[in-house]
């Protein structure tokens, strides 16, 4: 018989309380995951705290959201607890998908759109997918080619079958402002090597800037230092996370 690891058994315990979850200090419940050595808090791990924390439906504004289900952090609370916010997904084919998942969700609106910025249009650079080929290539895109040629050790061929897409792209506070959003709880970005200049977009000082932040770290290189400095200075703590950090304030 195979033993469960203890902390893989206490961090499945402690999500399924609310209580527990919500309130447990940040650093004890971090250990769950192993720290530094383990496996990294998961995004979905981390939206659950959130939720259990606020024990209201909460704003969310998801940028790089792909198909809304595919190891996605925030569809369950948008689905099952009443988040209302704005998805945003710049390739036709995802966003299709995306309207489809939450065309009976009330207080959702999806954005064909990338973050950039300045509003417009840019070139999106993704991958065709064919058989064979692990299930994430299908949204492995970014507005920059070199992110995208990361992931060559895992397919190949990839320069070679990278496509050029145009899409519309809207500054930050140009997409608020067109969805009337004063208030955001979180800021959830995906934007594959991207997200260090949709952070520097971020008012701090305005009403609608967000409490949580959740942003891919992995692909930021140089720039995570940077993004790092700019969420501290403006008051935020910072807490590795995977793939991604995760950045709160009080």
């Known amino acids: 018989m195979v033993k469960a690891n203890p902390r893989w058994v206490a961090r499945n315990v402690v999500r399924r309380v609310p209580a527990v979850n919500a309130y447990m200090p940040l650093n004890v419940w971090a250990s769950l995951w192993g720290g530094t050595k383990g496996p990294g808090i998961d995004a979905v791990s981390i939206v659950k705290r959130i939720a ?7 704003t969310v504004v998801q940028i790089g959201a792909n198909d809304g289900e595919m190891g996605d952090p925030v569809h369950d609370m948008i689905v099952h607890h009443g988040w209302r916010g704005v998805l945003v997904e710049p390739l036709p084919h995802l966003y299709t ?12 609106s999806c954005e064909r759109a990338a973050v950039g910025v300045e509003d417009g249009t840019a070139t999106m650079y993704a991958v065709h997918w064919k058989p064979g080929d692990p299930v994430w290539v299908i949204g492995l895109s970014s507005l920059r080619r070199d992110v995208v040629l990361e992931s060559k050790e895992l397919i190949p061929d990839i320069e070679q079958r990278i496509e050029e897409i145009e899409v519309p792209v809207m500054r930050l506070r140009t997409l608020l402002e067109k969805h009337a959003l004063n208030h955001v709880d979180l800021l959830q970005i995906d934007a594959e090597g991207y997200d260090y200049e949709i952070l520097r977009q971020i008012d701090f000082s305005a009403p609608w800037a967000p409490r949580h932040l959740i942003y891919e770290a992995c692909h930021l290189g140089a720039d995570l230092d ?4 700019l969420l501290r200075e403006a008051g935020y703590r910072l807490v590795p996370a995977g793939y991604d950090d995760y950045a709160y304030r009080l």
């Open 97 to 108: 998908a995306l309207a489809n998942s939450y065309r009976d969700v009330p207080g959702i």
């Open 226 to 229: 940077s993004a790092r400095t």
């Open 52 to 58: 259990d924390r606020a024990g209201r439906p909460l």
